[in-house]
Structure formats: C-alpha cells, structure tokens
C-alpha cells in the first residue's frame, strides 16, 4: 500500500474535485454505450471527468498520460416485495401521484436497483485503492482523493441531467374565465352521488358544467373508452365554458377544464361555484380517477400502444448485429426511428462505422462534443450487436427471462441527442417532434461536417428541375434546386371508396346532432397512382411576373428530376390544415408499391425550338432613391401564425407579401409557400441583399467569415450569408446550406471572373455534386407514425433486412408479421441496379 500511496502522491496535481459547472460524464462512455452496469464498470477520468468503459480506457490513459480513474461498477439488485406482498420489512415501492419528474411523488426515475462499488484504479497497472485504504494514507492524499471520488459521486451527470429535467406537467393556470364565471339562477341542485349524463345515461366519466349545473359526459379517448362528447357538445351549444369533474371532488379541490381555453384549469372560487349547486366540498369523497391519475396511467404503459405495432400478433424477437433497440429518452422516437434508417443505408454505415479506429484517433480533448464520434459511436452500438441482447426479466434479478419479450438492453442514445439537439429550439427539448424534420436537420449537420471529405448525405441529394412557362408569350424558364425529400401530396378527392366515406360523414353528423355515439372511422383509401398523378400535373401561377411580356400574367410550373439519387426518400403530406385553420392529419391507407419506376418523371431541360424567357430583372418595388425601412407588420395576424406552428421570419413575409390584409390572405401565402427553401429565412426587403437591421454595406465579423470560408464557401458568399442574418454565425450557416443553389450561380465579385468574361462564358458555375442512374427502385424501409399531429403521438420504423421486415419500437426488434405499408409517413427506396 506504500508503493500505491507514492503514486497516488505522484498524480495528486491531477485529480481534481469537480467544481459548479463542471460536466460530470459518470453513466456513460464517451466512445461507447458502456455503463457502471455493463461488463467491466465505467472508469471516470480524475481531471476531464470524462467515462470510458474498460475497452476504451487504456486509450485515453496512452493519449492523454492520465493516471488516476475512478471504477464505478454497479450490479442489478434482487427486487423488493410490494406493499402486497411484504415479508422483508421493507417499505413499500412508492407509486407516482404525481404527473412530473424529479419532484416529490413524481415518476421516480432513476429508483434504487443497483449494489454500487466505487474505487480508484491507477494506470498503466491498474492498481486499485479503496476508500478504506485511503485511511493509512498521507493526510494530504486522504483528503483530496476523498474529497474527488466524494465530490465525483454526489455530482449530477449530464446524461442524468438531460434525462430527469425536473418538470411538473400538473402545473395549471387559473382559468380567465373564473373569476368573474356567471351562474344560472335555475334551481339546479346536485345530489352527492348517483349521477347520470343527461343524454346517454352514462354513470362515469361525467361533467358539470359550472355555469348551469347539467352533467354530461366526457370526451371520446383514441380507443374508444372514456365518454360521448356531450359535456363538448353542451359548451358548443351554450359557450358555457367551465366543468367540474363529478367524483373528483374533495375538500382538497377536484378537476376543473375550461373548453374555451382548452386545458386543464385553476377556479380559487370552486367552493362558491359548487355551492351555487348544492354541493359541499367540505363533504365530498372521490370516487373517480383523477385526469393527472389517468396520464400517469398511460405514461406507465406507454410501450402498449395498439396501433401500427402490430401488437395484435405475437411478434418474434430478434437480436444480433444491425438488430439493436433504442432506449426512449422521453418522446425520442422520432429520433430513434431515423437514426435506424440512416445506419441501413451503406453510404452511413462507410462514413462511421467501417471508419471509426480512425475517428476515435482523430477525436478532440472532449468527443462528447464532436459531432463525427458521436454519430460514429451511435451507428456502431447499432450495427455490431454487442447492445443487442435481451433485457433482464424485472422479476427474475440480473438473470434474462427464459421467453424474451422483445424488449432488449439497447442503447440510450444521450451524448448523440444532447449534440444534434444542442442550440435547436425544438430537437434539444424533450417535447415529440416530426421525424421528417428531424432526418432534414441531421442532414444539415451532416453536409455541415463533411465540406471536405466524403459526404453520406449525397445518397439521398438530387435535383429538381422546374419548368415555368409564361402563357402569354409560351417562352419558358428553366431553373434546378436541391432536395433530399419528395413530398407526394394526397389527393382526397381521388379515394376509392368515395361513398362509404360520405356515407360515414352523414352517421358522424347525425350522432353529433343527436347526441349518439359517434360511429366507427372509415379510412379513405388513396391510389399511390393518385399521388403520383398529383405530384407531376401542371401548377398554375397567376401572378407571375413574365420578362417577355414585362408584366404579370398566368404561367405553369412542371416539376421533375434532374437527377435520381442512389436512395430516395418519399414524404406523404398526411399533415395539413383544415377549413379553420386548425392542424389536422389525414386518416388515409396508401398501396404504397414495393418497387418504384420514376423514369418518367425525368426533366429533359430545354427543348428544340423552345424560347427561353430573357434574364431580365422585374421592377423593383421601391424607387431607388427611397430610403428602405423595415415594414408595419400587423403584429395580431403574425402572432396567430405563428401560434399555428409557422416560423416566425416566415408570418413576417406572410403578413409583408399580403400587405397586412388579414389573417386568410396571410395563411394562403403560407400554404403557397411552405416548400420555398427559404421559407424560414431571415425576411429580405425587396430592392435590398439583406435582412431588416442591416444594410448592404453593413460591414460583417472577419471572424464569422473565415469561419464560413473555412467549409468551403467563397467569401462572397459567406458575406451575403451574414448581411442576410444580421451577422449571427449560426443563423448564417442555416442560411448559407439552404441557399446552396442560389450562391452555386450568383456573380464572384473578388479575385473571379469579370462580367463581361462572365457573359462570355457559355459553361454553367458548377453546382452541388448530385449522384445520378437510372429512377427504378425498391422499397427497404418506412416510418410510420401514430396520433393527431407530428407533436404528439408515437414513431416506429420497418426495415427489410435479409427479405425479413423487422420492426423497431424503441427498445423492442421483432420481425414483422404484417408490415403496414399503406399506413408509412416517410419511405425510404434504394435505387434497383440493372
């Protein structure tokens, strides 16, 4: 032990004690998806506090010469006895009664499963020094490595950090409704018991309305329990808009929702409103579950969701390498989804996994921040298997149960969401997002870090051709931009079963008038040829500015490929708005074909005989000499767009494009343009080449600009990137890579062609690389998604592997029985080679 306090002596000016601030990584390897659980525990570096798990850590003590880790191995616990069946002594396992995270009777995430066993262990000959024998040791030595492995133990790891937000999903406003709430003198009293909906006779789940005193029921839930809807259907008749849940109240309070704003609400009169009606709170005694009590419920068996899972079949589970699960971090499905789609594709798999001795040897100081190790560690934990096993039985200790249930160890992808997510007002949330969006802003991130090598992102980048054809003088114009995504629209008007669909709309509208249950859906079904027939027929534009004419008329716009990319990625435009604006999804069953011929759709640029409309400017909007200030916006119609969800640089133009004339001109402007690649760009007045706030010759940061120019881009570019986004860095790289074909063929005014040699010159600026074969693919992946808007509801994802369909339900990898193909909102086709 002498020998072993010298050392410690030795390296005691590199241990430290981690201070506020500090990032703490004590739950997983910075390069793998190893754990103090796993095999081998998690050695945690004494200076970075950086995690390695033991096949990892004598690379970092080679690299860096660190010496001092500490080991913490953890061991799955035998389970306690419930309060049903307590023999131990032990209290009872305490149930959530709360909805919230991280706060007294919340969901108790991280509980008390694991023996723990923590030491120092001293490289190269791992020597190992437990806390006992820090006792014989120097006073010196005791009291700083006792003061780090206390000060290491007791810090909050960032991947706990990021897990256990503290949050309260019971906090509820008071309703504005309340104070002033008025109630009708009608003689309404309240027995305390044997309630009835006054429609449908339903005895539970019932409402009153606190302005009249009539109980109804309540809403509909997705699998058909709960009520009839006719509390709703009262306060849509009356806009009386507040109700009492019967059977909740208690002298403590009791559930109040308010239809008018649409949530769960706060009455400080509730004991004066109940009153009115004969009911004392003082008296009452709940017999119903509260709505907090029914979320908990379905935030425990959230992983039993009936639909799109193929849950009616019992589904075989498969392990192995490319066969891993994904951990759900709180709604990271869409995440998980997409990350197992990507790591399919050959282009991602070469990038980072076939690569990654290389990557890992190249990584910075701290590769929890570098963007190629994390993904390459993520697509590795994918694909090599070492992940995929299945989970222990929750009955049966640390032994795995002898009938998996599809449920694996997985990987908890925390390090990879915290980096792809870090900055993003939505994806660094915990919040449900859309898949298609997040597989857009990975893209981005990727064509971001491989300016200068080989790019994966290039399997799915092609090219657009648009035809525009000016009616009144049929001269046409060419022009090509980058995509990654086909949106197919849906044509409802082109269902095949047109009249069981009118015939389910005249029931729905008959139970609503009647109060009747409303009848079972009926799904439209849509012809994939439809789609198609949509996708490529003629747009009208009938304010198109014409250069021939030098004015507006009516033109056309033909949509085609100037390139088939080796993968192509299909979206089915599912979301949509209704006639009030609302956001709605379309219940639609797609035959969705296994294989795909898109020859046709091919571009054949400009035709013999065809007259190309002149490149003539259209007049400014401004004259010259007027001073251009940022426009009047109608601040209430910018609000409510982006209320809807929209981008609030793009309710800017909505508003400025429609001339503050209301909210529906507005929203048509929306509707008409969320497809721009610079939708949600930075607002550019016409008659200037930059953004409110700035000026053309605003001078911008040298330092933003080497930056920019050091990806790739010229420092025109760069230049007309930062004037467009008031000089924020990250807004202008945003800026820049959704403006990849605009900059490929804009003027280089600085050490390039001149004008003149530039109109000279009959050969095109290069533009970004595209792959380009033959359009014939077939089908090898799908992502579905299930719920009423991408902000909610649940993904999953199929992939062919080996002529199997395989399911991936976060954790769970089973083959599929019966893939639902028709019912997919992102496709994903591999080009089929000849």
Not at 62 to 75: D, E, M, N, P, V
Not at 347 to 366: C, G, L
Not at 611 to 639: F, G, I, N, Q, R
Not at 667 to 672: I, L, P, R, S, T
């Amino acid at each position: 032990m002498a020998e072993v306090s010298e050392v410690l002596m030795s390296v005691l000016s590199t241990i430290r004690v981690p201070r506020p601030g500090d990032r703490v990584h004590k739950d997983e390897c910075a390069l793998s998806f190893s754990s103090p659980e796993s095999e081998g525990g998690l050695y945690v570096c004494m200076n970075s506090f950086l995690g390695f798990g033991s096949q990892y850590v004598d690379r970092h003590h080679t690299r860096c010469g660190q010496r001092a880790y500490l080991h913490i191995s953890r061991t799955r616990k035998a389970p306690k006895e419930d309060e049903e069946n307590s023999g131990s002594g032990d209290p009872p396992k305490k149930k959530p009664t709360r909805l919230a995270i991280g706060i007294e009777g919340g969901f108790n995430v991280e509980q008390e499963q694991y023996e723990e066993e923590v030491k120092v262990v001293l490289f190269p000959d791992r020597q190992e020094v437990a806390s006992d024998d820090l006792a014989t040791m120097p006073d010196l030595v005791r009291e700083r490595v006792s003061l780090a492995m206390a000060g290491l133990m007791s810090a909050d790891s960032v991947s706990h950090a990021l897990q256990v937000q503290q949050w309260d999903g019971e906090v509820r406003a008071e309703s504005r409704h309340a104070v002033e709430l008025k109630q009708l003198d009608n003689g309404t009293k309240i027995p305390p018991s044997g309630w009835r909906c006054e429609v449908c006779d339903l005895q539970e789940n019932l409402w009153m309305n606190l302005s009249d005193g009539r109980v109804f029921c309540g809403r509909r839930y997705f699998d058909g329990s709960g009520g009839n809807n006719h509390a709703l259907l009262h306060f849509q008749q009356t806009g009386h808009p507040l109700a009492v849940k019967l059977g909740t109240i208690t002298p403590d309070g009791a559930d109040v929702y308010s239809y008018d704003e649409d949530d769960m609400v706060l009455d400080p009169k509730l004991p004066e409103h109940l009153s009115h009606f004969g009911i004392d709170m003082m008296t009452m005694e709940k017999t119903e579950h509260t709505m907090t009590e029914l979320e908990i419920a379905v935030n425990q068996r959230v992983g039993e969701w009936e639909v799109i899972q193929e849950s009616g079949a019992t589904l075989r589970p498969l392990s192995g390498p490319g066969l891993t699960g994904m951990k759900n971090l709180g709604n990271s499905c869409y995440l998980n989804s997409v990350m197992q789609v990507l790591f399919t594709v050959p282009d991602f798999q070469s990038k980072y996994v076939s690569n990654i001795d290389k990557i890992f040897d190249e990584a910075p100081s701290d590769p929890t921040q570098d963007f190629k190790t994390q993904v390459a560690k993520l697509g590795y934990g994918l694909l090599s298997g070492e992940y995929s096993k299945p989970a222990p039985d929750p009955g049966e200790g640390s032994e795995p149960s002898s009938e998996p249930r599809g449920d694996q160890v997985g990987i908890a992808a925390r390090m990879f969401k915290a980096l792809v997510g870090r900055g993003h007002p939505e994806f660094s949330t915990n919040r449900q997002q859309d898949a298609q969006e997040f597989l857009l802003h990975f893209i981005n991130m990727v064509e971001r870090n491989c300016r200068s090598g080989v790019n994966p992102s290039e399997a799915f980048r092609f090219l657009v051709e648009e035809r525009i054809v000016c009616q009144q003088s049929q001269k046409a114009k060419y022009t090509q931009r980058v995509d990654y995504i086909l949106q197919l629209p849906v044509p409802m008007d082109q269902a095949t079963n047109t009249e069981e669909l009118q015939e389910a709309e005249r029931r729905r509208e008959e139970a609503d008038s009647s109060g009747a249950p409303p009848p079972t859906p009926v799904r439209a079904c849509i012809p994939f040829t439809a789609c198609m027939a949509a996708l490529s027929e003629p747009e009208t534009l009938t304010d198109f500015w014409s250069s021939a004419a030098q004015a507006k008329t009516t033109a056309t716009k033909t949509t085609r490929f100037a390139s088939f990319p080796d993968h192509m990625v299909i979206q089915v435009k599912k979301f949509t708005f209704g006639q009030d604006w609302v956001p709605k999804k379309l219940d639609v069953s797609i035959d969705v074909p296994d294989t795909l011929d898109l020859t046709a759709l091919r571009g054949t640029g400009q035709q013999p005989g065809e007259e190309l409309l002149p490149e003539v400017a259209p007049p400014p909007l401004m004259t010259p000499d007027l001073e251009v200030k940022a426009p009047v916006l109608d601040d209430s119609t910018v609000s409510q767009l982006c209320e809807m969800g929209f981008p609030l640089e793009a309710c800017r133009k909505a508003v400025y494009y429609t001339g503050n004339t209301g909210i529906d001109a507005a929203m048509n402007w929306v509707m008409g343009h969320m497809d721009d690649p610079d939708f949600s760009a930075p607002m550019v007045l016409p008659g200037t080449s930059s953004a409110p706030g700035t000026t053309p010759t605003e001078s911008v940061s040298e330092e933003h600009l080497a930056t920019i120019v050091s990806m790739g881009f010229s420092r025109d570019q760069a230049t007309r990137a930062l004037r467009a986004t008031s000089n924020v860095l990250e807004r202008a790289v945003d800026w820049i890579f959704s403006h990849l074909d605009d900059l490929e063929s804009m003027e280089v005014s600085e050490g390039g062609r001149s004008a003149a040699e530039s109109e000279g010159s009959r050969e095109p600026p290069p533009g970004p690389k595209v792959r380009d074969g033959p359009g014939k693919y077939e089908l090898f992946a799908f992502i579905s998604h299930m719920g009423t808007s991408t902000m909610c509801g649940h993904y999953v994802c199929h992939i062919k592997k080996d002529q199997q369909w395989v399911i991936f339900n976060d954790q769970k990898v089973c083959a599929s029985e019966k893939p639902p193909k028709d019912l997919g909102y992102l496709y994903f086709y591999r080009r089929v080679t000849e």
